[in-house]
């Protein structure tokens, strides 16, 4: 099977893989990054520009499950995978994020940072900028800092069922089931986000400082904030 990569002054390369091509992802650089179908060992296998084989991952149902979505970040340093796998009947997916830098070259298999999410399907990982991840479950997203090395920087839950979602460098949005009716909400989300949680009936007011281009800084402000679902309330700047 071919594949050819193209660029704004035309094709770059072209690249021949021996399995069916299941998901894939492309850097700014043309580096490549695919789950090749095999129901027995998937690979995931990133290529130069021209096809030359980089990095080979076999993968291990037993110990991760099966890769369904992945995504490389812009300059191809970095890919996170989503696993899903089902033992005991139990259903659990697993993020995993790899470092082809000098960190993940000192780590087994360049893994630098694994999260585990029982119960739930991880069907769309994506980098959002440079340093910018996010994790979208079933019901669910998770925003990750971090290249070299990775943290956890927000978890929001949703409370409806996510039918799809899109998203730019700056903004996440989602079609979201809509519980009450018949139809669909769309939910746009800002990549920085602060959340905070009270004890029902109780009233919630943020303080925060605001700093604009430079040094130059705004001041404080306070708001009272309105709950979005019962007992959770949100800021987004």
Do not use: C, W
Not at 46 to 55: E, P, Q
Not at 187 to 194: F, S
Not at 209 to 216: A, D, H, L, Q, V
């Amino acid at each position: 099977l071919f594949r050819s990569i193209f660029q704004k002054s035309g094709l770059k390369g072209e690249i021949e893989t021996t399995l069916p091509i299941e998901k894939i992802s492309v850097s700014n650089q043309g580096i490549v990054s695919a789950i090749l179908k095999n129901e027995s060992t998937p690979q995931i296998i990133s290529y130069d520009a021209v096809g030359n084989i980089l990095v080979e991952h076999q993968v291990n149902l037993n110990s991760t499950g099966y890769p369904i979505s992945l995504d490389m970040s812009a300059d191809g340093e970095n890919l996170m995978v989503s696993y899903l796998s089902t033992k005991n009947g139990t259903l659990k997916s697993m993020v995993a994020f790899y470092n082809f830098g000098k960190e993940g070259q000192e780590k087994t298999d360049n893994l630098i940072y694994t999260e585990d999410f029982e119960q739930t399907v991880v069907p769309d990982v994506f980098y959002m900028d440079a340093s910018t991840s996010v994790v979208v479950g079933d019901k669910s997203f998770v925003i990750y800092e971090g290249t070299k090395s990775v943290k956890k920087k927000t978890e929001v839950k949703l409370n409806q069922e996510i039918r799809s979602e899109f998203h730019s460098d700056r903004y996440i949005g989602f079609i979201l089931t809509n519980k009450d009716k018949s139809g669909y909400e769309v939910q746009l989300y800002d990549k920085t986000i602060v959340s905070y949680q009270a004890k029902e009936g109780s009233k919630v007011k943020l303080f925060y400082k605001i700093k604009g281009s430079g040094k130059k800084t705004l001041g404080y402000h306070s708001e009272m904030l309105v709950p979005v679902f019962e007992n959770l309330y949100v800021k987004q700047f």
